[in-house]
C-alpha cells in the first residue's frame, strides 16, 4: 500500500511538472512576443520590471535555457513576485487559497450529501414516480450552469424574502457562522452539479450491482432491498462515486472563479480574476499551477481512496 | 463580471486636476431631489437635531489598487481615504451650499490670506490638532512641518499632481501654525489649488518612510482607518479626538467591496447596506427599489462625466475634419440618453457645470443628430459609400459603455460608415491604446477635469499632455494660449465659449456627446448627506443616522 | 463532464450495440426526445436568417426594453431594442459554430493522440502522450480559458481555442480506451500478421470502431462546451459584442433581471434546455449502446 501510494505520489508530481511545462509552452507558442507586449501593457510596470521579468522568463535566451530558468524557480516555490503590488506569488496565493478550498469542499459536500441518498432512493425504487423526478432534477442540476443559478438564488432570495448574504467575508476562524452563511449560496450553486452527477452515477452503479448475480443471491436468501442495497450493494458502488469526485474537482474549482467572484469572497478565482484584468503575469501563472496542483492532489488522494476501498484496484490501476 | 456598476467606477486614470469628480461615484455628488412619478424617494430635508453612532455600511464595486493618494492615478484611493486625511482648506458642503459649489472653508487652515500681487499666500493652521494615534505617529500633533513634508513629497514624486504645486517656487514655516507660500507666477486660484484632494497633509514620519502610505493611512481627518483588507472591506473608526467639536456623528464607515451588482442591490434589500451607488442607466430597477423598500432615498447626481467619441485625427478616415463631423452628427445622442442612461445634457468639450461652458441650446445645436447632413458630409470627405472601420471600447468601464458603442455602431452604419467593435481590457485601452493612439475610433469616458482651461489645454492643444487623438491645429493652440491672459471674466467666458465653437466646427475630437447623470440610493434613516464631486468625502462627517 | 468520461468509457466497451433509430426510440424515449431538440437546435441554428422574425443586430429604436409581445417582438427587446427572441435564435448559431468548431479541432487532435496512444499502448509513446493528457486535464477549464484570453484576448477564434483544451483530454481517453481494446481483437491481429501498416490498420479497423463511443462523448462535451461558452461571456471574456451569445446575453441581461426577466430567461432557458438536451442524448446513446443497462 505505501509502495503504491509512493508511486502514485509520484505520478502525481510528474503531471505537476508537466502542468508547468505546458504553461511555459502555451505562452511561448503563442505567435509574437506576447509575453513581452503583455508585459508592456500592465499599469504601473516599469521598464526595469519588463526587463527583469523578461530576463526571468529568459526571452533572451535560448528556449531551453529559459525552461531551466523556469523550473528552477519553480523548485524553489519562487513564482516570482506580483505586478501589482511587489509582493511573492506565492505568498498571495496561499492567503487566497484557504477561501477557495473551503468553498470547494462545502460544494462537494453539499453535493455528497444531497447526492447519495438522491441517488441510493433513485435506485431502490428504479422506474417508480420519484425515480424519474430525481432523474429529471439531477439532469436539470446537471444543465443550469452555476452562475446563472448563483444570480438567480442572489436575486430571488432578496426579493421575495429579503434575505442576503452577509456582506463581508470573514474566515471560518474569525466568525465560523457567519463564514458559513456567507458560502451557503456559492456552495449550493457549484454543489448542484456534482450532486447531480452523483444521483446519476450512484443510480446506475447501484442498478449494475442490483443486477448482479451477487446480489440475486442474498435476496434469494430472503433479504430486504433496502438490507440488499445498503449493506452489499452500497459498498461497491461507493467506487464510482468517487471517481465522480475525482472528475469534479476540476469543474469545481473552475466554477469557485466565477461564485468567488459574484459572491466577493476573496480565494483564488478571485485573485486570477483580478490578475488578468491587471494583465499581472506572474500572479496568472501562479495560479494556473496552484489549480493544477489542487486538481492532481485531489485525484491522487481519491486513488489511493479507491485502493483503500478495493484493493484490487491497486493492482489494476498501478499501470494506467 | 461585466456589470456596469462594476465598471463604471473605474474611470479613466485621473489628472491633477480632476478632482472635481467623477460622477460615476458613489460618494460624490448630489445636485437635486430626484423622485420618481410615484414621489417615491424623496430626500428628507429636515429630520431633526443630529444623532450620534451608528455605522454607515456602503459597498464599493472595485477597491483602491493601494492607499497613497500620491502615487496611485485611481480615484479609487481617494475615496478609500479621503476621510482620513486633512486639507489646508476645503470646499464646502451643506443643505444650503450649491452642489459642486467652489465655496472654500478652511479645514486645517483657520484663516489664509494673499498679497496682493497674488504671489504670496499665507495659511494659518488650527492649533492643537492631533494626527491619529497609531505608530509610528501616535497621535502627535499636526505642525507646518507637516505641509512642508507634503509638499516636497508631491514635488519628488511623478504623476498628475505635480502641477498642482509646479507654481510653488517656496515654502516657508516661520512657526508650527504658519505656512508661507511664495509663488513663481501669480495665482488668483491657489486655495482653490490647495482645496484638490491631492492636497491632503500627510505626517512628516510617512514621507521620510517610516511607514508606507501604500498600506497605511494617517491623517488629521474625521475617520480613522482601522483596517483594510485588500478587495475585500475597509473599516472606517470615528476619530475621538478630530478638531471639529461634535463630528462625525457617525461611529464608523464599513465599505464592502462587492462587484458583484445583483449582490450590491439584494444587501440594500436585505437592510445590510444603507447606501449604493445606483448607476444611470439602471432606472427602472431604481424606481422598482424605491417603491418597493420603505424610505429610500434618491439623489440624482446632475452629470459631469462625459462620454465621448475619440477619433484618430492624424491618421486613417477619421483624419478627414468631414467624417468627424459626419460622426458628430450621425449619432443620436438623445436617444442614447433616453435609453441607456437615467438623463443627462449634451456638452461641448467644457463640461456644463464649468465656468467657460457653452450654452446648451449651443450645444444642443452644434452636436445635432442629421443623419442627412452626415451623409452630406461624407459625400464630401470623399466616401459616398461610407467605409469600414473598427470601433474601440472597453468593458473595463461596464456593460452600459459596450450597450452605446453598439448603439453607435448602428448609427454609424446608417450612413455608411460600417463599423466592427474591438472590446479591450482595461489594463489594455487605458495604458497603451488610449495614450498611444493606437485606434482610428473609440468610445469611451472622460474623467472630469478642474477648469476649462485644463480641458482645453490638455486635450485640444498640439503639446496637450492627454493629446490622445493627435490634434495639430495652430490656431487653436493660439486661442487656448491667449484665453490664460484674460483677465476680464466676461471677455475671457466669451473666449473660452468662441475656442469650443471652433472645436466642435474645425476640430471634432475627442467629440463629446454627452454627460450622464447618476444616482445615489440610500436608507431612510441615513440624513444630512450633502456630498461635494471631489473624491474626498469629507462631507460623511457630516452625515448621521437615526438611531433605533 | 466525469459522467461524459465514464459514460463513453463504459459505451466503448460495447461498441456493437448497433440499432435503428426506431429502437433507439422505443428503448430511450427520453434519448429520442432530446435527439429531436438537438435537430430542433440545429435547424433553428442553420436556418436562424430566415426563421428569425428580425435581424439580431437590429435596434428598434422604438421599443426599447418592452415586454414579450409588445410591438411585435414575440420575446421582448433589449436595452438597444433588439429582438430578444432573434438574438437567442442567432445565439444557437453562435454556440453551434463554436462547439462544432471547437470539437472538430479538440476531436481531431484528441483522436489522434488516442488512437497513437492506444496503439502504442504500454509503450514510452503512450506513456508520454497520457501525461501530457494529465496535465492537461489537470488545469480546470475556466483558469485555462481565463489564461488563454489573458493571452490572446477575447475572440470566437481564442474562444474556440481555449475550449479545445477542454476537449482533446476527454476524446483522446475514449480513443484510446477503444485502441487498446482492438488491438487485441483478431481481426487487428490477422491485419498485422499480413503485413498491413500500422497508419493502415488505425485507418481501417480502428476509426470505424471508435465512432460509436465518440458519438456518446461528443454529444456530451457539446453540453459541457456550451456552458463554458457562456461561461466565458458571461465573464466578459467571450464572444464580444454584438455578436449575438447566449452566455453574452445572460450577462447583459443581469442587471435587468428584476425589471427586465425576458431578456435573461429566454436566452437562459433555451441555453439549459439545449446543454439538458445534449446531456440527455448522450446518456441514452450510452445506455443504448450498453447492453448492461438494457433492463
Given at each position: 500500500?505505501?509502495?503504491?501510494?509512493?508511486?502514485?505520489?509520484?505520478?502525481?508530481?510528474?503531471?505537476?511538472?508537466?502542468?508547468?511545462?505546458?504553461?511555459?509552452?502555451?505562452?511561448?507558442?503563442i505567435p509574437g512576443d506576447v509575453v513581452r507586449l503583455q508585459l508592456a501593457d500592465a499599469p504601473g510596470v516599469t521598464q526595469a520590471q519588463i526587463d527583469q521579468r523578461t530576463t526571468e522568463l529568459g526571452l533572451d535566451e535560448p528556449v531551453l535555457i529559459q525552461f531551466g530558468h523556469f523550473v528552477g524557480g519553480l523548485v524553489q516555490g519562487d513564482l516570482g513576485t506580483s505586478f501589482d503590488d511587489g509582493r511573492p506569488v506565492t505568498t498571495k496565493i496561499l492567503e487566497r487559497l484557504p477561501a477557495t478550498l473551503e468553498l470547494g469542499l462545502l460544494a462537494i459536500l453539499f453535493g455528497v450529501l444531497f447526492g447519495v441518498p438522491f441517488g441510493l432512493i433513485s435506485a431502490i425504487r428504479h422506474h417508480s414516480l420519484i425515480d424519474n423526478v430525481m432523474r429529471f432534477l439531477a439532469v436539470i442540476g446537471m444543465s443550469l450552469p452555476n452562475f446563472w443559478l448563483a444570480l438567480l438564488l442572489i436575486t430571488f432570495l432578496a426579493?421575495?424574502?429579503?434575505?442576503?448574504?452577509?456582506?463581508?467575508?470573514?474566515?471560518?476562524?474569525?466568525?465560523?457562522?457567519?463564514?458559513?452563511?456567507h458560502m451557503l449560496l456559492p456552495a449550493i450553486a457549484l454543489g448542484a452539479a456534482t450532486m447531480a452527477s452523483i444521483a446519476r452515477m450512484l443510480r446506475s452503479s447501484l442498478l449494475e450491482v442490483l443486477g448482479s448475480n451477487f446480489i440475486r443471491t442474498i435476496r434469494s436468501r430472503g433479504a430486504s432491498e433496502r438490507v440488499v442495497v445498503l449493506k452489499h450493494a452500497g459498498r461497491s458502488s461507493m467506487i464510482p462515486v468517487f471517481t465522480v469526485l475525482g472528475l469534479q474537482v476540476g469543474s469545481i474549482l473552475g466554477g469557485t472563479v466565477i461564485l468567488e467572484r459574484i459572491f466577493a469572497i476573496p480565494g483564488m478565482g478571485s485573485l486570477i480574476f483580478e490578475a488578468v484584468g491587471q494583465r499581472d503575469y506572474p500572479v496568472i501563472l501562479g495560479c494556473v499551477i496552484f489549480y493544477g496542483a489542487i486538481f492532481i492532489f485531489v485525484n491522487v488522494v481519491v486513488d489511493l481512496l479507491y485502493a483503500v476501498i478495493d484493493p484490487r484496484i491497486r493492482y489494476e490501476g498501478a499501470s494506467a | 463580471m461585466s456589470h456596469p456598476m462594476l465598471r463604471l467606477q473605474r474611470s479613466p486614470v485621473r489628472t491633477a486636476g480632476a478632482a472635481v469628480a467623477a460622477a460615476c461615484l458613489a460618494l460624490t455628488a448630489a445636485c437635486g431631489t430626484g423622485t420618481d412619478a410615484s414621489g417615491k424617494g424623496e430626500i428628507v430635508e429636515d429630520a431633526g437635531p443630529p444623532q450620534d453612532g451608528g455605522i454607515l455600511h456602503t459597498a464599493a464595486t472595485t477597491d483602491a489598487p493601494s492607499l497613497d493618494i500620491h502615487k496611485e492615478a485611481s480615484y479609487m484611493t481617494h475615496v478609500a481615504v479621503g476621510t482620513v486625511y486633512s486639507r489646508l482648506v476645503a470646499p464646502k458642503t451643506g443643505k444650503d451650499v450649491e452642489y459642486g459649489s467652489s465655496e472654500l472653508e478652511g479645514d486645517l487652515a483657520e484663516k489664509w490670506s494673499k498679497s496682493d500681487d497674488l504671489k504670496t499666500w499665507t495659511f494659518n493652521l488650527r492649533q492643537g490638532v492631533k494626527f491619529h494615534?497609531?505608530?509610528?505617529?501616535?497621535?502627535?500633533?499636526?505642525?507646518?512641518?507637516?505641509?512642508?513634508?507634503?509638499?516636497?513629497?508631491?514635488?519628488?514624486?511623478?504623476?498628475h499632481q505635480l502641477g498642482l504645486v509646479a507654481n510653488v517656487a517656496k515654502l516657508e514655516t516661520p512657526d508650527p501654525y504658519?505656512?508661507?507660500?511664495?509663488?513663481?507666477?501669480?495665482?488668483?486660484?491657489?486655495?482653490?489649488?490647495?482645496?484638490?484632494?491631492?492636497?491632503?497633509?500627510?505626517?512628516?514620519?510617512g514621507t521620510s518612510g517610516e511607514f508606507s502610505f501604500a498600506e497605511e493611512a494617517i491623517g488629521t481627518g474625521p475617520f480613522v482607518l482601522k483596517s483594510w483588507k485588500r478587495d475585500q472591506e475597509r473599516v472606517m473608526e470615528k476619530n475621538p479626538d478630530y478638531f471639529v467639536e461634535g463630528l462625525p456623528h457617525l461611529d464608523g464607515i464599513q465599505t464592502t467591496v462587492l462587484p458583484d451588482a445583483q449582490a450590491q442591490i439584494a444587501a440594500l434589500r436585505s437592510?445590510?447596506?444603507?447606501?449604493?451607488?445606483s448607476l444611470s442607466t439602471e432606472k427602472r430597477q431604481v424606481e422598482q427599489l424605491l417603491s418597493q423598500i420603505d424610505g429610500l432615498q434618491l439623489r440624482t447626481e446632475k452629470g459631469i462625466t462625459q462620454t465621448r467619441v475619440f477619433m484618430n485625427a492624424a491618421e486613417g478616415p477619421f483624419s478627414k475634419l468631414e467624417v468627424r463631423r459626419a460622426v458628430a452628427h450621425a449619432i443620436d445622442k438623445e436617444g442614447m440618453i433616453k435609453a441607456l442612461?437615467?438623463?443627462?445634457?449634451?456638452?461641448?468639450?467644457?463640461?456644463?457645470?464649468?465656468?467657460?461652458?457653452?450654452?446648451?441650446?449651443?450645444?444642443?445645436?452644434?452636436?445635432?443628430?442629421?443623419?442627412?447632413?452626415?451623409?452630406?458630409?461624407?459625400?464630401?470627405?470623399?466616401?459616398?459609400?461610407?467605409?469600414?472601420?473598427?470601433l474601440v471600447a472597453t468593458d473595463g468601464y461596464g456593460e452600459t459603455i459596450l450597450r452605446e458603442a453598439q448603439w453607435i455602431q448602428e448609427d454609424l452604419g446608417k450612413v455608411g460608415i460600417k463599423l466592427t467593435i474591438d472590446q479591450q481590457d482595461y489594463a489594455t485601452y487605458v495604458s497603451s491604446t488610449w495614450p498611444e493612439t493606437k485606434y482610428d475610433i473609440m468610445y469611451g469616458l472622460q474623467t472630469p477635469m478642474l477648469t476649462a482651461d485644463e480641458y482645453l489645454t490638455s486635450e485640444y492643444t498640439s503639446t496637450g499632455t492627454r493629446n490622445w487623438s493627435r490634434v495639430n491645429d495652430p490656431e487653436l493652440d493660439k486661442m487656448v494660449a491667449a484665453q490664460r491672459v484674460i483677465t476680464d471674466e466676461a471677455e475671457r467666458e466669451k473666449a473660452l465659449q468662441d475656442i469650443e465653437r471652433y472645436i466642435m466646427e474645425n476640430v471634432s475630437t475627442p467629440l463629446p456627446l454627452y454627460a450622464y447623470d447618476t444616482q445615489t440610493l440610500y436608507s431612510g434613516k441615513v440624513h444630512n448627506y450633502y456630498p461635494h464631486p471631489d473624491y474626498s468625502s469629507r462631507e460623511l462627517q457630516n452625515m448621521w443616522m437615526e438611531q433605533e | 463532464m466525469s459522467i461524459a468520461i465514464s459514460g463513453a468509457a463504459r459505451a466503448a466497451r460495447h461498441p456493437k450495440a448497433r440499432g435503428g433509430l426506431v429502437r433507439f426510440a422505443t428503448e430511450q424515449p427520453l434519448g429520442a426526445v432530446?435527439?429531436?431538440?438537438?435537430?430542433?437546435?440545429?435547424?433553428?441554428?442553420?436556418?436562424?436568417?430566415?426563421?428569425?422574425?428580425?435581424?439580431?443586430?437590429?435596434?428598434d429604436r422604438v421599443n426599447l426594453l418592452t415586454p414579450p409581445g409588445v410591438g411585435g417582438h414575440p420575446a421582448g427587446t433589449d436595452e438597444l431594442g433588439r429582438d430578444v427572441l432573434s438574438r437567442s435564435l442567432y445565439g444557437a448559431r453562435t454556440s453551434l459554430l463554436i462547439a462544432v468548431s471547437t470539437l472538430a479541432l479538440g476531436g481531431v487532435i484528441g483522436l489522434i493522440v488516442g488512437v497513437v496512444s492506444g496503439y502504442f499502448g504500454g509503450t514510452w509513446i503512450d506513456s508520454v502522450l497520457q501525461r501530457i493528457m494529465d496535465a492537461l486535464m489537470a488545469i480546470p477549464s475556466i483558469v485555462l480559458l481565463l489564461f488563454v484570453a489573458a493571452l490572446l484576448g477575447p475572440s470566437v477564434r481564442n474562444t474556440v481555442i481555449a475550449l479545445s483544451l477542454l476537449v482533446i483530454p476527454s476524446i483522446n481517453r475514449v480513443a484510446r480506451g477503444e485502441m487498446l481494446r482492438i488491438r487485441e481483437e483478431p481481426y487487428v491481429e490477422a491485419a498485422r500478421s499480413v503485413g498491413c501498416s500500422t497508419p493502415r490498420i488505425l485507418l481501417r479497423y480502428g476509426l470505424p470502431n471508435l465512432m460509436a463511443p465518440l458519438f456518446v462523448m461528443g454529444s456530451l462535451l457539446f453540453a459541457v462546451i456550451l456552458i463554458a461558452e457562456s461561461a466565458l461571456s458571461f465573464l466578459g471574456i467571450g464572444t464580444p459584442p454584438p455578436t449575438p451569445s447566449w452566455g453574452r446575453m445572460l450577462s447583459e441581461g443581469r442587471s435587468q433581471l428584476e425589471?427586465?426577466?425576458?431578456?435573461?430567461?429566454?436566452?437562459?432557458?433555451?441555453?439549459?434546455?439545449?446543454?439538458?438536451?445534449?446531456?440527455?442524448?448522450?446518456?441514452?446513446?450510452r445506455d443504448f449502446l450498453d447492453p448492461k443497462q438494457r433492463r
Open positions: 500500500m505505501l509502495l503504491y501510494a509512493g508511486r502514485r505520489l509520484t505520478y502525481g508530481l510528474l503531471v505537476l511538472a508537466l502542468v508547468a511545462t505546458l504553461v511555459f509552452l502555451i505562452i511561448r507558442l426579493l421575495w424574502f429579503g434575505w442576503s448574504p452577509p456582506l463581508v467575508y470573514a474566515s471560518p476562524t474569525e466568525n465560523l457562522s457567519q463564514n458559513l452563511i | 494615534d497609531k505608530p509610528p505617529v501616535n497621535g502627535r500633533e499636526l505642525t507646518s512641518a507637516d505641509v512642508k513634508c507634503t509638499v516636497d513629497r508631491i514635488k519628488s514624486l511623478p504623476g504658519t505656512v508661507v507660500f511664495t509663488l513663481a507666477s501669480a495665482n488668483t486660484g491657489f486655495d482653490q489649488t490647495m482645496a484638490n484632494p491631492f492636497m491632503s497633509i500627510l505626517p512628516c514620519e437592510g445590510k447596506l444603507d447606501m449604493i451607488s442612461r437615467s438623463g443627462g445634457s449634451l456638452t461641448g468639450p467644457i463640461t456644463p457645470t464649468l465656468f467657460g461652458s457653452l450654452p446648451q441650446d449651443e450645444v444642443d445645436e452644434l452636436l445635432e443628430y442629421d443623419p442627412e447632413k452626415a451623409k452630406e458630409l461624407l459625400a464630401e470627405a470623399g466616401y459616398p459609400d461610407g467605409f469600414e472601420a473598427e | 432530446a435527439l429531436f431538440l438537438i435537430t430542433l437546435f440545429v435547424v433553428v441554428a442553420v436556418l436562424a436568417p430566415w426563421i428569425a422574425p428580425y435581424d439580431p443586430l437590429a435596434q425589471i427586465a426577466p425576458w431578456m435573461t430567461v429566454v436566452p437562459g432557458l433555451i441555453l439549459s434546455v439545449s446543454v439538458l438536451a445534449f446531456n440527455l442524448l448522450g446518456d441514452a446513446m
